[in-house]
T-cell receptor, first 113, second 113 residues
Framework: EAGVTQSPTHLIKTRGQQATLRCSPISGHTSVYWYQQALGLGLQFLLWYDEGEERNRGNFPPRFSGRQFPNYSSELNVNALELEDSALYLC????????????FGSGTRLTVV | KQEVTQIPAALSVPEGENLVLNCSFTDSAIYNLQWFRQDPGKGLTSLLLIQSSQREQTSGRLNASLDKSSGRSTLYIAASQPGDSATYLCAVEVDTGRRALTFGSGTRLQVQP
C-alpha cells in the first residue's frame, strides 16, 4: 500500500514568488493535514482539509492557503514567499476520524532565497 | 494552550542499552498521543498510538505508556541498536474537532555501536 506521497522533494524559490506543494493521501483516507517544520521552531500545524473544505487553520497568515481535490489529494500554496518560509513542509492523512492516528509523508523542503 | 515537553533533548547510549524517553503535556484532556520517529531531513514514521482510554501500547522492542492524570508519556526502547538513532517526537491531539497535533521538540537519540 502506497503511503502519503509528496512532491516535489525539494523546491527553491525567490522571495516574493509563489510555491505550490502537492500531497496524495493514503488510499481510503479522506482528511489531509499540512505541517511546517522550520529550523528551531519545531512542527507546527498549518491546515486541515476534509471533503474538499478547509476545516481548521493554524496560526499562519492568509498567504498560506490550499485546496483539496475530489480524489482527496491536496496542494499547499504559499504566496509572497518570505525567507522565513524556508522549512520542511509535511503532509499527513487520516481516516474520517483521527481516532486511528495520522500518517505522514516524507515532506517537501522549501528553500526561499 | 497545550504545551508538550520532551526530556532529554539529546541522548547518546551504547548499543544494547534499554532506554526511556519522556514526554509531558500540560492539558490532560487529550484525545490521543502518538510517538513518531524522524530521520535527518526526512518525514515522520509513526511508532505507536495511544488513545485516551488506553494505558500503554507495544510494538516489538518499543513500549509506550500514558498517564493522563499526571500529563506524562514514556517511550521505552529495549536493547537499543544503531539503527534506532533518530529524533523521537511525541504529539498530542486535544480536541478531535480541530485535528491539530501539538508536537514536542523531540529527543535526538544516538546509539553507539
Amino acid at each position: 500500500e502506497a503511503g502519503v506521497t509528496q512532491s516535489p522533494t525539494h523546491l527553491i524559490k525567490t522571495r516574493g514568488q509563489q510555491a505550490t506543494l502537492r500531497c496524495s493521501p493514503i488510499s481510503g483516507h479522506t482528511s489531509v493535514y499540512w505541517y511546517q517544520q522550520a529550523l528551531g521552531l519545531g512542527l507546527q500545524f498549518l491546515l486541515w482539509y476534509d471533503e474538499g473544505e478547509e476545516r481548521n487553520r493554524g496560526n499562519f497568515p492568509p498567504r498560506f492557503s490550499g485546496r483539496q481535490f475530489p480524489n482527496y489529494s491536496s496542494e499547499l500554496n504559499v504566496n509572497a514567499l518570505e525567507l522565513e518560509d524556508s522549512a520542511l513542509y509535511l503532509c499527513a492523512s487520516s481516516l474520517e476520524s483521527g481516532y486511528y492516528g495520522y500518517t505522514f509523508g516524507s515532506g517537501t523542503r522549501l528553500t526561499v532565497v | 494552550k497545550q504545551e508538550v515537553t520532551q526530556i532529554p533533548a539529546a541522548l547518546s547510549v551504547p548499543e544494547g542499552e534499554n532506554l526511556v524517553l519522556n514526554c509531558s503535556f500540560t492539558d490532560s484532556a487529550i484525545y490521543n498521543l502518538q510517538w513518531f520517529r524522524q530521520d535527518p531531513g526526512k518525514g515522520l514514521t509513526s511508532l505507536l498510538l495511544i488513545q485516551s482510554s488506553q494505558r500503554e501500547q507495544t510494538s516489538g522492542r518499543l513500549n509506550a505508556s500514558l498517564d493522563k492524570s499526571s500529563g506524562r508519556s514514556t517511550l521505552y526502547i529495549a536493547a537499543s541498536q544503531p539503527g534506532d538513532s533518530a529524533t523521537y517526537l511525541c504529539a498530542v491531539e486535544v480536541d478531535t474537532g480541530r485535528r491539530a497535533l501539538t508536537f514536542g521538540s523531540g529527543t535526538r537519540l544516538q546509539v553507539q555501536p
